[in-house]
């Protein structure tokens, strides 16, 4: 089987594109994908894409040209980024295709996420009393999560306050100012523990990535980055997950740990040895929570560990280093390829102010969606 790199990266700006369609980000991003591979899209032999709320992705061929190749639309939620990827790592490691491009997008309207529960095979009453709306239910789960395993509102904090540093040091994040600590602290509290500043917002944005066999990686650039590892896992049964209508009387695990843990052995490291990590941080207690199901500390670990910088761009494991979710927003479609961008950049060394210090050789995606599933990927240089 053929091993996978990634040769070519774009990514549209996030945030708000008045007059411009998500589309038309996603045909940006991937033009730019194919100008950092330095190919062309006659030369793609297959394409994987997909979008929430702005049409089919493989509408692209009518802006970047009807050669003919397969575009196949992916859509699962928050990890359809992840799953578009997954997808073209399989097609490349089958053997079946050489070259292709894996693109994500959206252009949400403002204000929250809203759902049908019929459609997801939820009762009414689940949106009735508001859980389906998810900044509610987001936060009934850091709160169980909190009282478990000791974790305060000072690490609610702190993760926000990284976030928008970050944010604020990176060209195309939606969110470009720096908040003090006491700022977070004092803005308005939505849905309790989790104040303002610490949700991410729906939003727009485009990436696209250049996938192609390990091979002939070297014709398309100096710095291949590897896909070392491409997982994803559902929900075991007792795991409590967003449009969970209960919770089990005995805990079951969910769907991160189980795709953290195939990841990890797929690339042959543990999480010792990865040097930079996007997690999914749709607020601020996902981003806790993620570090412990990802395997890179024990649960109530974290708190002491934002304390003292560990997830700082000059810490020994920096976490979302251009501002994740919080500071770029989360246009469904791109988020999780925009941690794939960035993963790239920071191992590539190219992540200007924002670079974690020494390149780093290897690096982990995660992202997560609802009703819980699980996309990982491992990185390296």
């Not at 759902?115 to 239910?137: C, H, K, R, S, V």
């Not at 997690?279 to 934002?306: V, Y």
Request: with cysteine; charged share 20%; hydrophobic share 40%.
């Amino acid at each position: 089987m053929s091993d996978v790199a990634i040769v070519g990266i774009g990514i549209h700006p996030f945030g708000r594109t008045p007059g411009v369609s998500g589309l038309e980000q996603g045909a940006h991003a991937a033009r730019l994908a194919l100008a950092d591979a330095g190919c062309t899209w006659s030369d793609m032999q297959f394409a994987f894409g997909g979008s929430n709320d702005s049409g089919n992705a493989d509408n692209l061929v009518n802006l970047l040209g009807l050669t003919g190749l397969q575009f196949i639309n992916v859509k699962n939620g928050c990890a359809t980024g992840g799953s578009s990827l997954l997808s073209a790592y399989f097609a490349i490691k089958s053997g079946q295709y050489d070259l292709g491009l894996v693109v994500g997008f959206d252009k949400h309207e403002p204000g929250s996420f809203r759902i049908n529960t019929d459609d997801w095979g939820l009762q009414p009453w689940y949106g009735e009393i508001g859980l389906a709306l998810t900044t509610q239910f987001f936060a009934m789960k850091i709160q169980r999560y909190m009282a478990l395993h000791g974790i305060t509102e000072d690490a609610l904090i702190r993760v926000a306050e990284k976030a928008f540093a970050n944010g604020s040091l990176t060209p195309h994040a939606w969110r470009r100012k720096a908040l003090g600590y006491d700022e977070i602290a004092a803005s308005t509290m939505i849905s309790d523990p989790l104040r303002q500043y610490m949700f991410c917002s729906p939003g727009e944005g485009g990436v696209a990535l250049v996938i192609c066999s390990a091979a002939i990686a070297r014709r398309f650039t100096s710095k291949p980055i590897y896909l070392k590892a491409a997982t994803m896992r559902t929900r075991g049964e007792g795991s409590f997950e967003v449009f969970s209508p209960s919770i089990s009387v005995v805990d079951g695990e969910g769907a991160t740990p189980k795709a953290a843990r195939a990841a990890f052995e797929m690339a042959g490291i543990g999480p010792e040895d990865v040097g930079v990590a996007q997690l999914q941080d749709t607020e601020s207690g996902a981003e806790i929570m993620h570090m412990a199901e990802n395997g890179f500390c024990r649960d109530g670990e974290q708190e002491a560990m934002l304390r003292d910088g560990v997830t700082r761009i000059g810490g020994k494991l920096p976490v979302n280093t251009d501002g994740g979710c919080l500071a770029n927003g989360e246009p469904i479609g791109a988020s999780g390829l925009r941690q794939v961008y960035e993963t790239i950049v920071q191992l590539r060394g190219a992540g200007g102010d924002r670079q974690v210090p020494n390149a780093p050789k290897t690096g982990y995606t995660h992202v997560y969606g609802a009703p819980g599933v699980s996309a990982v990927t491992i990185l390296s240089r």
